[in-house]
């Protein structure tokens, strides 16, 4: 077997590093990293601030990774090479360099939604991290650059924004009208089912191309990439594989966030209850099925697109989630649920509520989601402080008033989430 690297996989030498990338993990390396690949002459600097086997491993294969992409049939295999540089957490004079350089136009982000609500002590975060490469671009010269949010959150660019606005209010007045002036901030629309790699991975590079990938990326054939901003310092030409540039991300942010999200929250907190580990076995079961569906109709009735729209979006939703080549993981899904459940779930339940309805989808997700405070590891920015409320006394109500205070005095919702949660835990 040989070691994957330029040479071996017959790769172009390392790109230019004109884009910069916090957040490396498998889903920059399924969407942004793919992307990027389309134009040769823009390298990518990555950082991650969580791993530092990653960036070691990556810097040993010469920034190359294999992504398998998998549907029903045998997976293809694409060597990405768009990161010219990993790059571990500890590198911050490097950081600190790649930002402020002019040659750098743009920085993405892929930091999970939770990075984007920060207070107090800026030290060690996603948002301090950002700031302090701001800064010294701007002591370097204060070149333009573009900052490119690519996380589940509505006007993600917007969010990034206001955040690091408010993060940069003790710094000087000539700083933050610099920030106003030549910072962009470009909302987008990301998707690519991409779960946690498996043992099988670089088996499975090593039987299709011959080469030993220590870093495989696994991921499904279906993506999507939407922006919608300015870029003044150019991009990459990511239309090239495919990403679109719109002028409104609203109703497609809504889309992606309700049906597509939501349904994978439901099924990530009621399906284990019933045996479930995976999304395509979630999917297969017949109250599940069910569940999604009402969300789906449910959802439909407060979505902006046509009605059309929306039911080839369902289609395509299922045959992704059914696919058997992509064993997307429940729990890992399940993370970050305060996070996720008020942009995903929140907003078609208050919407129903107001019209005196009671979806028993939107039931099911929250009495799933104390379940699994209750029962399971949570991975969660808050998971202290949920965990001990949801097996506390009224736990229906005071972990809904951790999300919402209107919601938590609906008694009529919290007795539906008291009564779904025990019909679920009497199928455990």
Known sequence: MTRLDRSSANARQAAPVRAVHLGLGAFHRAHQAWYTMADPEWGIAAYTFRNTELPHLLTEQEGLYSLQVSGEAEPHIDIVDSISRAHPGQDTDQWLADLASPEVALLTLTITEAAYHVGGDLDGTAIGRVLAGLRRRYRAGGAPIALVPCDNLAGNGTVLRSNLHAAAAEDSTEFRAWLDESVSFVNTVVDRITPASTEQAPATTSKLTGLDDRAPVVTEPFTEWLLAGDFPLGRPAWERAGARFVDD???????????????????????????????????????????????????????????????????????????????????????????????????????????????????????????????????????????TTARSPDPARRVIAALDADLAEDRALISAIETAGKELETRS
């Open 249 to 387: 991300l609203d109703s497609y942010q809504q889309r992606k966030l309700w049906f597509l999200n939501g349904a994978h929250s439901l099924l990530a907190y009621v399906g284990p209850a019933l045996g479930c580990e995976t999304i395509d076995q979630a999917v297969q079961h017949p109250m599940l099925s069910e569940l999604m569906e009402s969300w789906w109709d449910t959802a439909a009735r407060h979505a902006s697109l046509p009605a059309d729209d929306l039911a080839e979006y369902r289609q395509r939703l299922l045959r992704r989630f059914a696919s058997r080549g992509i064993r997307h993981n429940l729990l890992q899904i399940a993370a970050d649920g305060s996070q996720k459940i008020p942009a995903r779930i929140l907003p078609v339940l208050r919407a129903e509520r107001s019209l005196g309805r009671m979806p028993n989808s939107a039931v099911a997700t929250l009495a799933g989601w104390l379940i699994h405070l209750r029962t399971r590891e949570v991975r969660d920015p808050r998971a202290a402080e949920l965990v």
